[in-house]
């Protein structure tokens, strides 16, 4: 069964501090993997996405790392924000559709705390 | 930023009303979608379209309907609404590709 499980489920750091947040999928055959941030209310916004052949990538202070071969991913957040609270979102599409399907993680709920 | 745009952003109706979710891009996209999620829950793709006069019913069941009748616009229709239905509800668009997936804020909708 194609899967997408992220954790921790929530975390909380304080302003300055960096993190790490992990995902696991099960989704084959794989095309790519994105991160998006999603504040409280709103629409996701995209982060990175990143297909079979890419190990990193980052855009400012967030790097995503991928290792298509056990299937996992992490995002790294350097010297977090407040406005880095948010719900960060690991999403997965196959290659096995014309649809192209997404399969979205539950999200890990960041709060930066002053 | 991107150029999709859903209102209301908020709705709280009664039971057995008929609503209307908007959603319209400016960006000449061909894919559009809507999806629901509840509190700390994943996305879920209730509806798509790859183009107008093109729609297909998503992953999760909804009692939901769309149109397509012009690319820009892609409403959501319940003619009956119910308590079940409360959640968030959002709009997405897309390049050919699908690389690129543009999100509306959302509507927020309570069924009392």
């Known amino acids: 069964k194609n899967q997408v499980e992220q954790s921790p489920q929530s975390l909380i750091i304080l302003e300055g501090k960096n993190c790490t947040l992990q995902c696991n999928y099960t989704v084959s055959p794989f095309s790519n993997l994105r991160w998006y941030k999603q504040d409280t209310g709103r629409g996701p916004v995209s982060l990175t996405i990143m297909t079979f052949s890419e190990n990193t990538k980052s855009n400012g202070r967030y790097t995503a790392t991928l290792d298509a071969d056990t299937k996992q991913s992490s995002l790294h957040i350097t010297a977090s924000q407040l406005s880095d609270s948010a719900s960060y979102i690991c999403v997965v599409s196959d290659r096995g559709s014309t649809l192209g399907r997404l399969y979205f993680g539950r999200g890990t709920q960041l709060t930066v705390w002053p | 930023e991107a150029d999709i745009y859903q209102t209301p952003r908020y709705l709280v109706i009664g039971t057995g009303k008929k609503i209307t979710l908007e959603c319209s891009q400016t960006m000449g996209h061909d894919k559009m979608y809507w999806y629901q999620q509840d509190p700390g829950m994943e996305l879920h793709l209730i509806h798509y379209?790859?183009?107008?006069?093109?729609?297909e019913k998503g992953d999760l069941s909804s009692e939901s309907t769309v149109s397509r009748i012009r690319t820009e616009h892609f409403p959501l229709t319940l003619e009956s609404a119910r308590p079940s239905h409360t959640s968030q509800y959002l709009c997405?668009?897309?390049?050919?590709?699908?690389?690129?997936?543009?999100f509306g804020s959302g509507t927020q909708l309570s069924v009392l």
């Open positions: 997405a668009s897309s390049t050919q590709g699908q690389e690129k997936l543009f």
């Open positions: 379209s790859y183009g107008v006069n093109s729609t």
